[in-house]
């Protein structure tokens, strides 16, 4: 299957910072998905986006797919952006089926 | 509210029970999906269906069986619990190739 590596694993950030987490994956794909899980375990899908930017409030999500790389910006982070932040991916050799990464678990503290 | 249900919350089942996780979405996504999680793994494919009356098999199918008789329900079976099916289960949905995945809440099931 598609290996998909995320960096950085870990990510301490102080309210009001910005972050880019990294996404790369190993084949070409046509459909990649950011996840935010909170710390509750609820896993939110942020972001559908193979290829392109798209922006959401304070987030926005940037994928190269010819160069099998996403990039998830979060500005002005506030302690509710608290969590593990998964990216997945798939193409037409796995269906429709996501294969995940094991996630930035990010902390933003007071 | 639209979504996907997931029950039970969470469960204490003995080794060498049978034991099934249900799943009801409503809306109407012909696809659907289970996940395992597991601290620093991530989330692992079980068991997928892409529509009603299909299934697949995906990372981690070894000891679960699942079916797709609706549109709606799909549930995950362990025959047999082992230990290592310790874990919390997701239930997923989506329309299909090029939509997102909606998730339910999960279940953490123990197995002792």
């Known amino acids: 299957g598609i290996q998909v590596e995320q960096s950085p694993p870990d990510l301490i950030l102080q309210e009001g910072a910005n972050s880019t987490l990294r996404c790369n994956f190993s084949d070409s794909v046509n459909n990649l998905q950011w996840f935010h899980q909170n710390p509750w375990g609820q896993l939110i899908n942020l972001f559908y986006?193979?290829?392109g930017t798209k922006q959401n409030g304070r987030l926005s999500a940037t994928t190269v797919a010819t160069e099998r790389y996403s990039l998830l910006y979060i500005s002005s982070s506030q302690t509710t952006d608290s969590g593990v932040y998964f990216c997945?991916?798939?193409?037409?050799?796995?269906?429709?089926?996501?294969?995940f990464g094991k996630g930035t678990s990010l902390l933003v503290t007071p | 509210i639209a979504g996907i249900t997931q029950a039970p919350t969470s469960q204490i089942l003995a080794a060498g029970r049978r034991m099934t996780l249900r799943c009801t979405q409503d809306?109407?996504?012909?696809?659907m999906y289970w996940y395992r999680q597991d601290l620093g793994l991530g989330l692992r494919l079980i068991h997928y269906s892409n529509t009603a009356g299909t299934t697949g098999k995906g990372e981690v199918p070894d000891g679960y069986s699942v079916s797709r008789a609706n549109t709606d329900d799909f549930p995950l079976t362990l025959a047999s619990a082992v230990p290592s099916q310790t874990s919390v289960y997701f239930c997923?949905?989506?329309?299909?190739?090029?939509?997102?995945?909606?998730f339910g809440s999960g279940t953490r099931l123990t197995v002792v």
């Open positions: 997923a949905s989506s329309e299909g190739q090029g939509y997102g995945y909606t």
């Open positions: 809306m109407r996504h012909n696809a």
């Open positions: 997945a991916v798939s193409n037409s050799n796995s269906g429709y089926a996501l294969n």
């Open positions: 986006i193979p290829s």
